[in-house]
Nanobody
């Protein structure tokens, strides 16, 4: 079974930084894009950022200028560099992969907590 695994979550003070990573357990074919979503307790899961195989990126307005998404040249792996973190960034962050002809893949999530 193909699986996505996130890592890099943790607790930081406002203004701090974290780097999240997501890697596939096996080969994944026909990838259209990879990205990150997040979900705070009691709230809907929201879009954060995506990146295509061509390197085109898209960001939610709330994270533009602070977060940077990137992918590795080999394998299916995506990273999210998060700078100038705010308390509102506190959430569980999920990695996702959109594939042609296949269902979306989702990781189990990694907790990010921003507090003084």
């Amino acid at each position: 079974q193909v699986r996505l695994v996130e890592s890099g979550g943790g607790s930081v003070q406002p203004g701090g930084s974290l780097r999240l990573s997501c890697a596939a357990s096996g080969n994944i074919f026909s990838v259209e894009y990879m990205g990150w979503y997040r979900q705070a307790p009691g709230k809907q899961r929201e879009f954060v950022a995506t990146i295509t195989s061509d390197g085109n990126t898209n960001y939610a307005d709330s994270v533009k200028g602070r977060f940077t998404i990137s992918r590795e040249n080999t394998g299916v792996k995506v990273n999210l560099q998060m700078n100038s973190l705010k308390p509102d960034d506190t959430a569980v962050y999920y990695c996702t992969v959109r594939r042609t002809w296949f269902n979306d893949l989702w990781g189990q999530g990694t907790q990010v907590t921003v507090s003084s």
